[in-house]
C-alpha cells in the first residue's frame, strides 16, 4: 500500500494556503514589511529615524518591523 505524502505543496501564498481572505493583498503587505525592515536594518536607523522619514510615529515603525 502505497503512503500518502508526509506534506502538501504550497501554492507560494502561504496567506492563500491557510485559507484566508484577500491572500493576494496580505502577501503584497507582507513582502512590503519585509523590505522595509530589511532597508531600516541596512541603512542601520533607529525606529525614531525611520519614523522620521516615513511620516509616521515611532510605535507604527515597531509594529511594522514585528
Do not use: C, W
Not at 38 to 52: H, K
Request: no cysteine; glycine share 4%.
Amino acid at each position: 500500500m502505497k503512503k500518502a505524502p508526509e506534506y502538501v505543496m504550497s501554492s507560494g501564498n502561504v496567506f492563500a494556503d491557510i485559507g484566508l481572505p484577500n491572500p493576494e493583498e496580505a502577501l503584497a503587505k507582507a513582502e512590503l514589511a519585509h523590505r522595509i525592515s530589511a532597508t531600516i536594518r541596512a541603512r542601520r536607523l533607529t525606529q525614531a529615524q525611520t519614523a522620521e522619514i516615513l511620516g509616521v510615529d515611532q510605535p507604527t515603525v515597531s509594529a511594522l518591523i514585528r
